[in-house]
T-cell receptor, first 113, second 114 residues
Framework: DTAVSQTPKYLVTQMGNDKSIKCEQN?????MYWYKQDSKKFLKIMFS???????INETVPNRFSPKSPDKAHLNLHINSLELGDSAVYFC????????????FGAGTRLSVL | AQSVTQPDIHITVSEGASLELRCNYS??????LFWYVQSPGQGLQLLLK??????LVQGIKGFEAEFKRSQSSFNLRKPSVHWSDAAEYFC????????????FGKGTHLIIQP
């Protein structure tokens, strides 16, 4: 059973479109995260959610919006996609309120044409 | 704010040889430290972590790392590498007391020569 699962694994789309990436964890964790890995493999935190509340929001364009229907899910919605949004997006989860081990999904490779 | 430096972008090692990947961090207090590995096209897998206590930590796949506060380092080692160890290795630091994300280094790409 996959602990942190993301769908889709690959996403190819045109500039200007709106797309969503889904993430689900079955670990019973309270905190979930989205990271972006750029073409040089640099990983940077985008968002984290703790008990459905946004905890941090780094300097991410407001075209990106995390949506959490419950604590097991944290979806990433992206409006008006741009070429620079092409990257691999990773979802992760951990136990709440303290830094602990983060478990990562397999990633979603987004290509904007 | 915390930061992580992995000074080696690429490292090439012969199969069976020993390995050391360097990691230096910057943070005002005692950090949480992690090493993750990413195989091509895969997600990140945790190799080992340091939270407190013994400064030499053992991980999976025969890896170990040593926390040296005086040098702000957390270097990863393996006595004998296997071809399957070829991957991207990331050092990361976490901040105590909050549900913050991890701050990652830029990664070290490990190449194994036969």
């Amino acid at each position: 059973d996959t602990a942190v699962s993301q769908t889709p694994k690959y996403l190819v789309t045109q500039m200007g479109n709106d797309k969503s990436i889904k993430c689900e964890q079955n670990l019973g964790h309270d905190t979930m995260y989205w990271y972006k890995q750029d073409s040089k493999k640099f990983l940077k935190i985008m968002f984290s959610y703790n008990n459905k509340e946004l905890i941090i929001n780094e300097t991410v364009p407001n075209r990106f919006s995390p949506k959490s229907p419950d604590k097991a899910h944290l979806n990433l919605h992206i409006n008006s996609l741009e070429l620079g949004d092409s990257a691999v997006y990773f979802c992760a989860s951990s136990q709440a309120q303290s830094v602990s081990i983060q478990y990562f999904g397999a990633g979603t490779r987004l290509s904007v044409l | 704010a915390q930061s992580v430096t992995q000074p080696d972008i690429h490292i090439t090692v012969s199969e069976g040889a020993s390995l050391e990947l360097r990691c230096n961090y910057s943070y005002g207090a005692t950090p949480y430290l992690f090493w993750y590995v990413q195989s091509p096209g895969q997600g990140l897998q945790l190799l080992l972590k340091y939270f407190s206590g013994d400064t030499l930590v053992q991980g999976i796949k025969g890896f170990e790392a040593e926390f040296k506060r005086s040098q702000s380092s957390f270097n990863l080692r393996k006595p004998s590498v296997h071809w399957s160890d070829a991957a991207e290795y990331f050092c990361a630091v976490g901040v105590r007391g909050g549900a913050d994300g991890l701050t990652f280094g830029k990664g070290t790409h490990l190449i194994i020569q036969p």
